[in-house]
């Protein structure tokens, strides 16, 4: 089900095989997609017995999500349309390639629904989900995190009240990273 390189989760064990002997398997840990430079050593046993997520087999790309919150008053069709810009700018080449590859349109986009915070308020959260690299997953959400911060920073200098409608109502990141299935 993997081979050495590949980006696995064995249970609740997930990181790079980096080697594969006769007894264990070894793994360099990942968490919150960061390498921490710990290797684990699973029993073979765990590799029959227990779940196996693969990132890698089939494709060496995997959907990420970047959620942000914004408040009910925000204009969020040009919330939506800054944070699609942020992803096409940052991964655009990479979906346009995985477009061809695969045959079918594959292209970022955003998903919104409202939430209440546990004081009740209301907000509209937007997910912006995109594809890139299992290699380079978390580079790729910190660049596009930067760009969404920086284009709506500049948002709030040319509109002074946007500044509590965006920039500081980016409360939470939340990623999520789904396996893609061409």
Known sequence: PFRIG???DIGNVGGYVHDIALMHTHISLVEKDEQTGKMAYIPNEMVLTQPIVNYTKGSALVWSEIKVRVPPQAEVKKAEK???ECAEEAVGKTMKAASRKWNTEVKPEVRLRIEYSAS??????????????VRE?????????????????KTNKKKQNLVSAYFYYIIVIIFIVYVVQP
Do not use: G, H, M, P
């Open 120 to 133: 009740n308020e209301a907000y509209i959260e937007l997910a912006l989900r995109y594809l890139c690299s």
């Open 6 to 8: 590949d980006r696995v």
């Open 137 to 153: 997953l978390q580079t790729t959400k910190s660049e596009v995190t930067r760009r969404i911060i920086a284009k709506f920073k």
């Open 82 to 84: 800054k944070l699609l």
